[in-house]
């Protein structure tokens, strides 16, 4: 179907791989030949006298042009119409069917008396129990571990959690994102900006100055000062990762524009890996031609979607990779499974003066299995509509469930926005994912904020001028339906569970006609579905939270019934930036008392993350410093810890 772009939605198409029948993903190449001709019949009409470029990947038309149901040429391929070159041999992956061979040994003995997390310190704050999720801090309740800058750092806890002293560090070559743990072992994860691909795979001879690619750096923390074990480079953009008991899953997007711009296309289809360790250097590629699924009826883009599976202590060669043709942006992952999306912008696809142009979004999903081997692609699908976070999915009893948002996602246009919650069911025969139930009409001129599934309910917050909550009842996967319905100012852009019958909104205040006031904590009463109540609200004017869109800010404490998030006041003369405190009762909400990081410098440094060790002692983090405080007095700093190079 062909449209008219201008120059900034050009370099919206370039930034998007569209999909737009997902559904029939059901084919995967059987030699790394079919893959060469398959992408070669797609590109040579779209190179231009300079190569293949990203300027011109996309400039006709969505799906490159046919001839009796094949790919033709417009013009020739590269300068003075030179023929691509074929790829000389299919490259090999090394597989191995056990994830953890090659784990170093050298690590200290479990101490079964040791501290349990969930009663003597908390974790990570995550969305499926069981299923780790990568961040700047983490902790055994004995050790604390931490990103900063390009400094990782070890820090020892001492006195049952009241103080701690840096026993070592580590400075990294580049910035890292966010790390996961298991046992002695840490995997820091970030980007690099000078990745040479392996020769083999290009020309003989390579120009480029290098490309961006995602880093993996494993170390061994069994002693106090960091050992760096290991190196891998991944060639892709690094999206996100889940861990299960050991067992790392990256979730990569790889263009190939991205690396063979300057060349004709020459098998460079692959995503390639450098692993560093001890001295020698592996290289190979992560996915191989038989593991990539794609849709042999409609173009689906450049990008390779992979699913990278990594023991954490283990050795890091990538194995078990599992591979769509398909651009990547949120992921949910539970023990077995992990499911990736795409919003698509699908601006292409409505006339000017449609009311509703560049209002029309598709997302699709994957489905991926994941087991002791490693990830296996598993089905795919659609829905209309954009997805707002890693929340608005969730998988239960075998059915999946993804809320969407219809319509623009930005102000224009949003009255003719609405939200609905769809059904899937995976058919691993036919690769694809069957919608099963649908219920919408979900604040209708509104987008949604936030989400929570609890078991075979939903809670879902949709916002303009005021705050709906929606509870809907999922028990029955084709019929499904909205049971209660809360109108109150505001919204909440993060829920979190702290009883049975209720649940804890993160959000901001806002006035009747939507003027936002600061941040909002509502403790909302859903014991009875049908009746959602809001019981207790605690509100600071002109203040913002991080936990409002990053769930890992947020803190909630079961064995006190505290909360603890950042907070930052910009108002005039009242400024504040530190953390707050605050006691969860059945009924009420109540401030406990505020933290800051008073240090010797001009500005007073924002907190990032919280947590508890040794049950009483509040651990808050920021960019300069770990500081330590009683849960209950909060005003005594216990200890202060350097964590800056």
């Known amino acids: 179907m062909a449209f008219k772009i201008g120059p900034l939605l050009l370099l919206l198409t370039v930034l998007f791989s569209f999909q737009t029948a997902h559904s029939q993903l059901i084919s995967n190449f059987d030699s790394c030949t079919a893959l060469n001709d398959y992408y070669i019949g797609v590109v040579e009409p779209l190179v231009g006298p300079n190569g293949l470029t990203s300027s011109n990947a996309y400039t006709n038309t969505r799906s490159p042009p046919r001839k009796n149901g094949k790919f033709y040429p417009k013009r020739p391929g590269g300068p003075a119409g030179l023929p691509f070159r074929r790829i000389l041999r299919d490259p090999k992956r090394v597989k191995f069917n056990n994830i953890t061979e090659g784990i170093d040994t050298d690590t200290e003995d479990e101490d079964a008396d040791g501290p349990v997390a969930g009663t003597d310190f908390s974790t990570t704050n995550v969305q499926v129990r069981g299923v780790d999720e990568p961040d700047i801090i983490k902790t055994d309740g004995k050790r604390v571990f931490t990103i900063t800058g390009t400094t990782f750092s070890h820090v020892r806890v001492l006195d049952d959690g009241a103080s701690g002293r840096r026993v070592g560090r580590l400075e990294l070559p580049t910035y890292p994102e966010e ?132 023991p954490v202590g283990g050795k890091l060669t990538p194995g078990s990779s599992a591979t769509v043709m398909s651009d990547a942006e949120t992921i949910y992952a539970t023990k077995s499974a992990m499911y990736v999306t795409t919003s698509e912008f699908r601006f292409g696809d409505l006339s000017d003066d449609n009311v509703r142009w560049g209002a029309n979004y598709r997302t699709s999903i994957h489905k991926f299995g994941l087991s002791d081997d490693g990830a296996s692609y598993i089905a795919s699908g659609a829905v209309t509509g954009s997805v707002i976070n890693q929340f608005a999915m969730h998988e239960y009893q075998g059915t999946f469930y993804i809320a969407t948002t219809d319509g623009a996602s930005w102000w224009s246009n949003r009255d003719l926005t609405e939200s609905k919650v769809t059904a899937f069911e995976p058919n691993e025969k036919t690769k694809t994912l069957k919608k099963v139930g649908e219920v919408g009409n979900l604040g209708l ?112 404490w079961k064995q006190q019934g505290v909360a603890v998030m950042p907070i930052s006041v910009y108002t005039g003369s009242r400024t504040f930036t530190g953390a707050v405190v605050l006691e969860i009762s059945d009924t009420r909400i109540k401030e406990r008392g505020r933290v800051t990081h008073n240090i010797e410098r001009s500005y007073t440094p924002n907190i990032r993350r919280n947590a508890i060790i040794g049950r009483t002692n509040l651990w808050s983090m920021s960019d300069e410093i770990l500081q330590v405080n009683d849960i209950n007095t909060l005003k005594k700093v216990k200890a202060q810890v350097k964590i800056t190079s």
């Open 179 to 310: 790390m996961l743990i298991q046992g002695d072992y840490i995997l820091v994860i970030g980007t690099v900006y000078e990745y040479k691909r392996p020769v083999y795979v290009r020309y003989k001879t390579d120009p480029s100055s290098g490309e961006s690619a995602t880093v993996v750096y494993q170390i061994n923390v069994s002693r106090p000062e960091p050992r760096l074990v290991s190196t891998l480079y991944l060639e892709g953009r690094y999206v996100k990762s889940r861990e299960v008991e050991g067992v790392a899953r990256l979730v990569l997007s790889f263009n190939p524009l991205d690396s063979i711009w300057l060349y004709y296309p020459a098998g460079n289809w692959l995503p390639t890996y450098r692993l560093e360790q001890n001295g020698g250097v592996q290289t190979g590629v992560y996915a191989t031609c038989g593991e990539v699924y794609y849709s042999p009826k409609v173009f689906s883009g450049f990008n390779l979607l992979t699913v990278v599976t990594l």
């Open 445 to 556: 001129g509104e987008r949604i904020f936030s989400v929570r599934y609890i078991r075979d309910t939903a809670y879902i917050v949709t916002f303009r001028e005021v705050d709906p909550l929606y509870v809907l009842d999922l028990s029955n996967p084709k019929k499904l339906k909205v049971l209660g319905e809360l109108k109150i100012p505001g919204f909440s852009s993060y829920l979190h569970p702290v009883a049975p019958g209720r649940i804890l909104g993160v959000g901001q205040d806002a006035t009747n006609t939507g003027m936002l006031l600061g941040a909002k904590v509502s403790l909302f009463d859903v014991s009875d579905k049908k009746n959602p109540k809001e019981l207790s609200v605690w509100s600071l004017r002109g203040s913002y939270s991080n936990a409002e869109w990053d769930h890992r800010a947020f803190l909630y």
